[in-house]
């Protein structure tokens, strides 16, 4: 199988669209691609290649099938390359692609644990167990690119305007809290704090 940084760059090649190639870097995230004259989008390539242990992840069996795990620090990069960034997985198991935006790997629910590595001396190493289905899923990479410039055509509301939590993620059951904010409150707030 072909991985899947060669099949993102056969792809975006054949639609004839500028991009950079970091996927080399530690420091970059694996690519940047121009949308139009104005947006590019970046984001990290990730694979599911086969299932993770169960007792070394303490995964029960029927939620391995939707987990990914990926490293707190790429976690991160993304962060920094935001707001427009993100990351994309190929799962090889059962198929597909995820698009997750800088926004879902912010706010959806996840594990983190530090996993002991051995180099030099012991060390620990930040990884976040995700689970899948709080992506976007897609059949093909014409789909995902479609979620870019969508991302990017609604990125006022996803950023400034949308009052109510953002997502709707497996693993999380947002309720309502507090009393009615009613429109007095509003005016006192801002009497107060401008």
């Given at each position: ?13 054949t ?5 950079k190639d970091?996927?080399?870097?530690f420091?970059r995230?694996d690519?940047?691609?121009?949308l139009?004259?104005?947006?590019t989008?970046?984001f990290?390539a990730?694979?599911k ?17 939707h987990?990914?795990i990926i490293?707190d ?11 427009y960034?993100g ?9 597909g ?8 790997l912010?706010l959806?629910?996840k ?5 002991p590595?051995?180099?030099?001396q012991k ?10 289905r ?5 059949a093909?990479l014409?789909?995902i690119l479609?979620?870019?410039?969508q ?10 305007n949308?009052l ?14 507090g009393?009615?904010?009613r429109?007095d409150?509003?005016?006192?707030d801002?009497?107060a704090t401008?």
């Open positions: 199988m072909q991985s899947f940084e060669q099949e993102i760059k056969a792809f975006l090649l639609k004839k669209l500028e991009y970091s996927s080399s870097s420091k995230l690519f940047s691609v121009r139009d004259e104005t947006w989008f970046h990290d990730k694979e290649r086969q299932k993770y242990n169960l007792h070394n992840w303490k995964l029960p069996a029927d939620q391995e099938p987990t990914f490293d620090l790429a976690a991160r990069k993304i962060l920094a390359f935001g707001p960034s990351m994309v997985v190929r799962d090889n198991l059962l198929g692609y995820y698009f997750y935006s800088v926004l879902d912010f959806m629910p594990t983190r644990v530090n996993r590595i051995e180099k030099q060390a620990l190493k930040g990884k976040w167990v995700i689970d899948l709080n992506g976007t899923k897609c093909n014409d789909e479609r979620l870019f410039q991302y990017i055509a609604k990125r006022e509301d996803l950023f400034l949308i109510e939590c953002f997502g709707n993620y497996v693993g999380e059951d947002i309720g309502e809290r009393e009615v904010r429109a409150y509003w005016d006192t801002v009497k401008r």
